[in-house]
């Protein structure tokens, strides 16, 4: 339920460029803090709740890539599972300032904010670029997306292959069943098969945190039968 309450979260812009900016693609950093106790959404939420938002006001003709989205937490509360950011969360973006070098941006993010209850959330926050831009030699973007593992259905199962002990994974799509937590089965990573899931196999678009390392992206592709 949504109702009006006077938490709110606040939404902080980091630029950060090198010494030599000019039209260089920077590193955008858009970080969302929710109150102790609240929490927001992930890109995908769950089994409610609602997915946090962020559209970027930019100068004409710049151009942003698509946000990277951090590992989200796994949260189960009246016998629902979501995926939540229960503390301050930052997505980073590669901006392009194609034309004009310097303008002013705007991050505006969107969703719910929730505790016991939740309630709509819309704040924003702007810069101005470069001159509030923090100078730092970058050393190049977050790890790119892995090559495709494969998958193939066991009864109301997935057996995942291809992928390195895990801590959780999340789908991006309705393919996974929120509430099953993945668990190992021999050199393949076993997944509960959500209701809502397609009857026809397709790519599964997964979030993968592992033992060791950084979390990474991966397209799951359902195993071909010969």
């Not at 927001?40 to 709740?49: D, F, H, L, R």
């Not at 938002?53 to 004409?60: F, G, H, N, Q, W």
């Not at 057996?159 to 999340?170: E, I, R, S």
Request: aromatic residues 8%; positive net charge.
């Amino acid at each position: 339920p949504c109702q009006d309450v006077s938490a709110r979260a606040t939404v902080s812009l980091t630029a950060l460029s090198s010494s030599d900016a000019g039209s260089r693609p920077f590193v955008l950093l858009v970080t969302v803090t929710p109150p102790d106790g609240w929490h927001t959404y992930w890109k995908n939420p769950g089994e409610s709740g609602a997915p946090t938002k962020i559209a970027l006001d930019l100068p004409a003709g710049w151009k942003a890539r698509p946000a990277e989205w951090p590992a989200p937490t796994r949260y189960v509360a009246s016998g629902e599972t979501t995926f939540v950011y229960d503390r301050p969360t930052t997505f980073q973006y590669t901006v392009t300032p194609l034309g004009t070098p310097t303008g002013k941006i705007v991050a505006r993010v969107s969703g719910l904010l929730c505790e016991q209850a939740c309630v709509p959330m819309r704040e924003s926050a702007s810069l101005s670029y470069p001159a509030e831009a923090v100078t730092k030699i970058l050393t190049g973007p977050v790890p790119a997306e892995r090559p495709p593992v494969r998958y193939r259905t066991d009864g109301t199962d997935i057996l995942v292959t291809g992928l390195p002990p895990l801590k959780d994974a999340f789908d991006f799509g309705t393919t996974i069943d929120p509430a099953k937590v993945p668990v190992r089965s021999g050199d393949a990573t076993r997944f509960g098969r959500s209701p809502y899931a397609k009857k026809e196999d397709g790519p599964v678009r997964l979030l993968v945190v592992p033992v060791d390392g950084l979390p990474f992206t991966v397209v799951a592709l359902p195993r071909k039968v010969k």
